[in-house]
Protein backbone atom coordinates (compact mmCIF):
# COMPACT_ATOMS: atom_id res chain seq x y z
CA UNK A 1 0.00 0.00 0.00
CA UNK A 2 2.56 2.44 1.00
CA UNK A 3 4.38 2.07 -2.69
CA UNK A 4 0.66 3.11 -4.04
CA UNK A 5 0.62 6.14 -1.63
CA UNK A 6 4.30 7.07 -3.16
CA UNK A 7 3.00 6.88 -6.48
CA UNK A 8 -0.31 8.87 -5.96
CA UNK A 9 1.65 11.76 -3.95
CA UNK A 10 3.89 11.76 -7.24
CA UNK A 11 0.67 11.99 -9.34
CA UNK A 12 -0.50 15.14 -7.32
CA UNK A 13 2.77 17.27 -7.34
CA UNK A 14 2.79 16.60 -11.14
CA UNK A 15 -0.55 18.13 -11.24
CA UNK A 16 0.45 20.71 -9.05
CA UNK A 17 3.52 21.43 -11.08
CA UNK A 18 1.16 21.61 -14.35
CA UNK A 19 -1.32 23.73 -12.86
CA UNK A 20 0.63 26.15 -12.38
CA UNK A 21 2.77 25.85 -15.00
CA UNK A 22 -1.11 26.81 -16.65
CA UNK A 23 -1.79 29.41 -14.51
CA UNK A 24 1.51 31.23 -15.26
CA UNK A 25 0.55 31.25 -18.81
CA UNK A 26 -2.92 32.39 -18.38
CA UNK A 27 -1.69 35.52 -16.24
CA UNK A 28 1.09 36.16 -18.79
CA UNK A 29 -1.51 35.93 -21.57
CA UNK A 30 -3.74 38.19 -19.57
CA UNK A 31 -1.00 40.64 -19.33
CA UNK A 32 -0.05 40.89 -22.91
CA UNK A 33 -3.52 41.15 -23.88
CA UNK A 34 -3.96 44.27 -21.35
CA UNK A 35 -1.16 45.59 -23.70
CA UNK A 36 -2.80 44.74 -27.07
CA UNK A 37 -6.14 46.35 -25.21
CA UNK A 38 -4.33 49.42 -24.64
CA UNK A 39 -3.14 50.04 -27.94
CA UNK A 40 -6.92 49.24 -29.44
CA UNK A 41 -7.88 51.96 -26.89
CA UNK A 42 -5.48 54.53 -28.10
CA UNK A 43 -6.41 53.38 -31.89
CA UNK A 44 -9.93 54.02 -31.17
CA UNK A 45 -10.28 56.14 -28.87
CA UNK A 46 -12.43 53.98 -26.87
CA UNK A 47 -12.98 52.86 -23.28
CA UNK A 48 -11.82 49.58 -21.94
CA UNK A 49 -15.29 47.12 -21.96
CA UNK A 50 -13.65 43.71 -21.59
CA UNK A 51 -11.68 43.02 -18.03
CA UNK A 52 -10.63 39.77 -17.46
CA UNK A 53 -9.64 37.55 -14.59
CA UNK A 54 -6.16 37.22 -13.36
CA UNK A 55 -5.57 33.79 -11.25
CA UNK A 56 -3.64 33.03 -8.05
CA UNK A 57 -1.13 30.12 -8.26
CA UNK A 58 -2.36 26.99 -6.35
CA UNK A 59 -0.43 26.68 -3.32
CA UNK A 60 0.90 23.43 -1.69
CA UNK A 61 -1.39 23.88 0.69
CA UNK A 62 -4.72 23.43 -1.92
CA UNK A 63 -3.28 20.33 -3.58
CA UNK A 64 -2.54 18.47 -0.32
Same mark, same amino acid.
Given at each position: ? +????? !? /?? %??? @? ?7 ? $?? +????? !? /?? %??? @? ?7 ? $? ?11 ? @? ?7
Amino acid at each position: M +NKHIL !A /YD %EYL @KKLGTNLST $TV +NAYNA !A /YK %EFN @KIDKDVIKI $TGTEKIIEPMQLE @KPTNDEVQ
